[in-house]
């Protein structure tokens, strides 16, 4: 760039690109795994697709996911067709995708079924191999990363339902290259603990936040599966959200699906334990109660002396039992007398022919309102899709490029700006057709002068 030459405002130069990047590329095809996958209220679909060496953000419009029957999915292959752009309100290359073609499993998902086979196969993920979580667990370690939003609320919820459990964090990287390293040998050492001065825990949880199926590679690695399967206490995998699964949930004793639920999951709520302990405190005292009563009154009959044979000390309780028993025929009659004569009220209360057409009657009006609201339904779909259409139309018969197939052409300047008045072209200019894009000089004066007096 020149002292002189005036400097280009950003709208200019996206502009510019995305005109440029249109014009060169056109429609292409292109293949690449999903990545991240996203779809909003609006119905758009906005995605990435990678190889080993990039990734390229994608968007495919609502009124063309409903075409495919291809439904997009983390690690899936496929095969794109659209065109590149620039999105100038974010300045990035976009490819907006016209047509979707699946193309088979991307590698991370390969690796991933081809591990868990495997796995499978040697009887890591069995039922029988699971060991059981302490009920009432006093000590529990942590392997997961020291910062973040994960470890501040397993701390919280921790304290929240068991706060006299002493946890242990053992900070360890949990996304990234050799993070799987870090991971296995973080449950390696709390094997032996005494050996690598590690305080002794009753269980593990291992754990992360969700992400990509980049971001949780590390968890489908097989190392940290074979050190899962070897360590010495029980492990809970809580990686992710609810719908992650790992090859780490597949080995460890319990899956969480997410690192609260781990502590929900392993530990016992206080409130609950305060009412069990409070219940039980009552049996207790009620069960001394009788036990004092009782002894209080072998103590009266051995003071009086009116003790004749050993089993006259249970003539009080045979006499009680009597009682009791008493009690309980009367009040059982009493309730089933209670419940015989309410059955014969509502039985000659209850009309069954009249039940009967109210209920026909019921069920035809839910019919026929079921079918009133399907067809309304329908008539607000058809006319919002008859507005779609419309709109779709307008903005057709308005958009540059519909104008250049009549005919028409757009003129720019050597900046990218669009040229409105032929006083405005003073450098060199650019013209758009429908077909192709052309270079062009305009004429000066003397050249005016000089093709007028040829005329």
């Known amino acids: 760039m020149t002292e002189g030459e005036e400097a280009w405002s950003v709208s200019n130069l996206l502009s510019f690109l995305k005109n440029t990047v249109e014009g060169a590329v056109g429609t292409c095809r292109v293949v690449g795994e999903v990545g ?46 659209g065109t590149p752009t620039i999105w100038e309100g974010r300045g990035s290359l976009q490819f907006i995708v016209s047509h979707v073609k699946e193309a088979g499993v991307g590698s991370l998902q390969q690796q991933f ?45 921790l304290e929240q339902r068991a706060p006299w459990i002493r946890a242990y964090l053992l900070p360890v990287p949990v996304q990234g290259k050799g993070a799987e390293l870090k991971l296995a040998d973080a449950l390696r050492r709390w094997s032996e603990p005494e050996k690598n001065g590690l305080p002794s825990v009753e269980y593990i949880i ?34 992710g959200h609810e719908t992650d699964f790992t090859i780490a949930d ?64 249970l003539a009080p309780y045979v006499q009680r039992a009597d009682m009791f ?57 058809n006319r919002r899709l008859s507005t779609l259409d419309l709109l779709e139309q307008r903005l057709l018969a308005v958009s540059p490029h519909h104008a250049l197939q009549r005919g028409f052409a757009l003129v720019y300047s050597e900046k990218g700006t669009l040229v409105k008045r032929a006083t405005d072209a003073t450098t060199r200019l ?9 270079d062009a000089i305009p004429l000066n004066d003397a050249q005016k002068q000089s093709q007028g007096k040829r005329i």
Do not use: W
């Open 113 to 157: 079924e081809a591990l868990k086979e495997k796995l499978r196969a040697e009887g890591l993920f069995d039922q029988e191999r699971k060991r059981k979580l302490p009920r009432y667990p006093r000590t529990v370690g942590l392997v997961t990363s020291a910062t973040g939003a994960v470890i501040q609320d397993m701390r919280h919820r």
């Open 325 to 381: 028993q008493e009690e309980l025929i009367d009040k059982a009659k009493q309730r089933l007398n209670d419940a015989l004569h309410t059955l014969d009220l509502y039985h000659s209360r209850i009309n069954i022919p009249r039940l009967l057409a109210v209920t026909e009657r019921g069920q035809e009006r839910l019919t026929a309102a079921r079918q009133k609201i399907a067809m309304q339904l329908s008539l607000v779909l």
């Open 250 to 313: 597949f080995v460890a004793d319990l899956r969480a699906p997410t690192p609260t639920a781990a502590i929900e999951l392993t530990t016992p709520d206080t409130q609950a334990l305060h009412a069990m302990l409070r219940e039980t405190e009552t049996r207790l005292q009620h069960t001394m109660r009788r036990g004092l009563e009782k002894a209080h009154l072998q103590l009266r009959v051995l003071e009086s002396g009116a003790l004749r044979h050993p089993l006259d000390l």
């Open 430 to 438: 650019r013209i758009q057709f429908a077909d192709d894009t052309i």
């Open 36 to 81: 991240s996958c996203r779809q909003p209220s609006s119905g758009h679909i906005y995605f990435t697709i990678k190889d080993s060496g990039a990734q390229l953000s994608c968007v495919l419009y609502r009124f063309r996911a409903g075409l495919f029957t291809a439904h997009l999915k983390e690690g899936m292959l496929v095969q794109l067709t």
């Open 206 to 239: 291992i754990a992360r936040g969700g992400g990509s199926q980049e971001d949780l590679n590390c968890f489908n690695q097989e190392i940290l599966a074979r050190a899962i399967a070897a360590c010495s206490v029980p492990v809970v995998s809580a990686v």
